[in-house]
C-alpha cells in the first residue's frame, strides 16, 4: 500500500495562494486531489496521470488551480491562486495504482493522505 503524505495547508485571505504537495512512499499511475467541507461530500479538485499528459480538473477550479507532479520524487502538488472563502475545506491527496485512466469518483482511488486544512478568509 502506498503511503500518502500531504503538506502545505493553511490560512489564506481570498485572492491569495497556497501550494499544497503530496509525496508518495511509491510509484502511482494516477495521482489527485479532494476535498471535503464540513457537512458536505468529498468532492474531485483535479488529478494527473503518471506520463503528466492527461489532466482533469473540476469545473470551480478550472483557471485557478494547477497541478503537476515530479515523478522522480513521487510527488504531486496543487498550486491554488486566487483563491475564495469557498475553497476551504480539508485537501486530501490520492492515488490510483493499476490504470492511467483518471477516475472522477473517490470510490475508484486506491490510496489517501491525511489530509491538510486550506482556511480561506474573506
Known amino acids: 500500500q502506498v503511503q500518502l503524505v500531504e503538506s502545505g495547508g493553511g490560512l489564506v485571505q481570498a485572492g491569495g495562494s497556497l501550494r499544497l504537495s503530496c509525496a508518495a512512499s511509491?510509484?502511482?499511475?494516477?495521482m489527485g486531489w479532494f476535498r471535503q467541507a464540513p457537512g458536505k461530500e468529498r468532492a474531485f479538485v483535479a488529478a494527473?496521470?503518471?506520463?503528466?499528459?492527461?489532466?482533469r480538473y473540476a469545473d470551480f477550479v478550472k483557471g485557478r488551480f494547477t497541478i503537476s507532479r515530479d515523478n522522480a520524487k513521487n510527488t504531486v502538488f496543487l498550486q491554488m491562486d486566487s483563491l475564495k472563502p469557498e475553497d476551504t475545506a480539508v485537501y486530501y491527496c490520492?492515488?490510483?495504482?493499476?490504470?492511467?485512466?483518471?477516475?472522477?469518483?473517490?470510490?475508484?482511488?486506491?490510496?489517501w493522505g491525511q489530509g491538510t486544512q486550506v482556511t480561506v478568509s474573506s
Open positions: 494527473m496521470n503518471w506520463s503528466g499528459l492527461t489532466t
Open positions: 490520492a492515488a490510483k495504482h493499476g490504470s492511467p485512466i483518471i477516475p472522477f469518483y473517490a470510490r475508484d482511488y486506491d490510496s
Open positions: 511509491g510509484s502511482t499511475f494516477v
